[in-house]
């Protein structure tokens, strides 16, 4: 079956504007991540949702970064007057519950920032 | 304050020999531990996990250490293939903290297979 999507696969964009990311998870999947990779660093998470459960943002690093799911299945990250240091691969990842099940990744989105 | 530490950017070896890679972490509330690869353009994939019960945990060519005392794991890989070549990223859990979910990357090490 298909994997995790993620769109665009590439956006650069200036400095100040906003930009939406996409994922679609792998259907049935019903634990969501998202993660960003800087330059040079490992994946650094970001947000968790599970089900219908309160997503855990604890990761997201500013409050210029937002996410969403809707019907449990898409998600975007959203990230509002981009910066310099924003730029990154942001991955996307699902799992079939949470916890210790596997997570599945997207190819990601590298975003540059100008 | 990085908890994993991959200290090896890159390794290099030869086909048909083994390739070990390695690990540590600072955090002793991590009690699992998996390890992903990574191919150019494409996301992480899941490679082979052990829990802080076991001290190794095999899977075909690909067998992982974990020395709890020592906070160290190392991934093996035996014998080594041009395909293997990758970036291979060590990742921790604390699975009783109530987000076992959270996973604590490394900067990954690159590794390559030599024909």
């Known amino acids: 079956g298909a994997g995790v999507s993620q769109s665009p696969s590439n956006k650069v964009t200036e400095k100040g504007k906003d930009v939406e990311l996409r994922c679609d998870p792998i259907s049935g999947h019903t634990a969501l991540y998202w993660y960003r990779q800087s330059l040079g660093q490992g994946l650094e998470f970001l947000i968790y949702?599970?089900?219908?459960?309160?997503?855990?943002k604890s990761g997201l690093p500013s409050d210029r970064f937002s996410a969403e799911r809707t019907g449990g299945s898409v998600s975007t990250l959203t990230i509002q007057r981009t910066q310099q240091e924003d730029s990154a691969v942001y991955l996307c990842?699902?799992?079939?519950?949470?916890?210790?099940?596997?997570?599945?990744f997207g190819a990601g989105t590298r975003l540059s920032v100008l | 304050d990085q908890q994993v530490k991959q200290n090896s950017p890159s390794l290099s070896v030869q086909e048909g020999r083994i390739s070990i890679l390695n690990c540590d972490y600072t955090n002793s509330m991590f009690d699992y531990f998996l390890w992903y690869k990574k191919y150019p353009a494409e996301g992480p994939t899941f490679l082979i996990s052990i829990s802080s019960i076991k001290d190794k945990n095999e899977d075909g060519r690909f067998t992982v250490f974990l020395n709890k005392s020592a906070k160290h794991l190392s991934l093996h890989i035996v014998p080594s293939q041009p395909g293997d070549s990758a970036v291979y990223f060590c990742?921790?859990?604390?699975?009783?903290?109530?987000?076992?979910?959270?996973?604590?990357f490394g900067k990954g090490t690159l590794l390559t297979v030599n024909p």
């Open positions: 949702f599970q089900g219908n459960s309160a997503p855990d």
């Open positions: 990842a699902s799992s079939l519950d949470r916890g210790l099940d596997i997570q599945y």
């Open positions: 990742a921790a859990s604390d699975t009783g903290g109530g987000s076992n979910y959270k996973l604590t």
